[in-house]
């Protein structure tokens, strides 16, 4: 039994390192969630400053120009804190699912607070969006890089040079799709839980298996980009390094597949046939 769970009578006050490197961290949420300990609290904080840095090093390598590592750490942490105080481990939920997602949505809000994102990429990845889409309703499958070029007016290098510099907008408005799906007329898209509503969950198991119909649809090499970046948390040059291509190779592959994402995972939000 661990130093923590070993507690009894009055709750303790102070707690040396050693005590608190025996906790677990269920313990630890058991007994921040008992007591209000701000010791405790920050103690959490800290096993999870790894999880922060490794989404703030992640995002920061999916474009040039983002804000300083730093500035993404820090909206992390206040993030992490407060989910610290509206996790509730007692629903069953894995604390690193639960906060990855807040994490990102920090990460969202910061991006279009200080957009990071130049204005002529922002605009070449709108239409690239609706090109995409355009190309997809017309063909009824996802367009060749040839035909997006020739839709979008430009030669194929440029195309995919405009790909590899809207990689950023695609990740946010990927995620942002989910987030306005949950806040706008759309059904919530539940964490899951031991008190989740059969409904909720019917509602996310059906979510993420069209999302895993949706990854399968990729190709081999896109598949890998996804899994490497989302599953195993690899920035882009680590992914680079892994496939033995370019950094800039990978930032079109990653994407062209968040940009067939999108539209499979619009067409089953918007209920499209």
Not at 15 to 20: I, P, V
Not at 246 to 255: G, K, N, T, V, Y
């Amino acid at each position: 039994m661990s130093g923590g769970a070993a507690v009894s009578g009055p709750e303790k006050l102070t707690w040396s390192q050693e005590e608190l490197d025996a906790l677990t961290t269920e313990e630890l949420f058991q007994t921040y969630k008992r007591t209000g300990s701000e010791e405790l609290k920050w103690a959490l904080v800290m096993r999870y400053m790894g999880l922060v840095k490794t989404i703030a090093l992640q995002v920061r390598g999916v474009y040039s120009s983002f804000a300083q590592v730093d500035d993404i750490v820090n909206e992390g942490l206040i993030t992490l804190a407060g989910a610290v105080d509206k996790f509730d481990p007692d629903k069953g939920i894995k604390f690193e699912t639960y906060v990855s997602k807040r994490i990102r949505g920090a990460v969202i809000d910061l991006a279009r607070r200080q957009d990071w994102v130049p204005r002529s990429v922002r605009r070449k990845a709108r239409d690239i969006d609706q090109a995409s889409s355009e190309l997809f309703s017309e063909l009824g499958r996802y367009p060749t890089d040839q035909e997006m070029a020739q839709r979008l007016g430009v030669t194929p290098d440029q195309y995919q040079e405009d790909l590899a510099n809207s990689s950023m907008c695609n990740v946010l408005s990927l995620d942002a799709l989910f987030e306005d799906r949950e806040q706008n007329g759309g059904a919530d898209v539940p964490d899951g839980g031991s008190d989740s509503r059969p409904e909720d969950s019917m509602l996310r198991q059906e979510l993420l298996e069209t999302l895993t119909k949706a990854i399968e649809s990729l190709r081999e090499n896109e598949q890998t980009v996804i899994s490497l970046y989302y599953h195993k948390n690899l920035s882009m040059k680590e992914i680079a390094q892994v496939m033995e291509v370019s950094e800039p190779r990978i930032s079109q592959l990653h994407s062209r597949a968040i940009q067939k994402l999108k539209l499979y995972m619009n067409q089953y939000m918007t209920g499209g046939k």
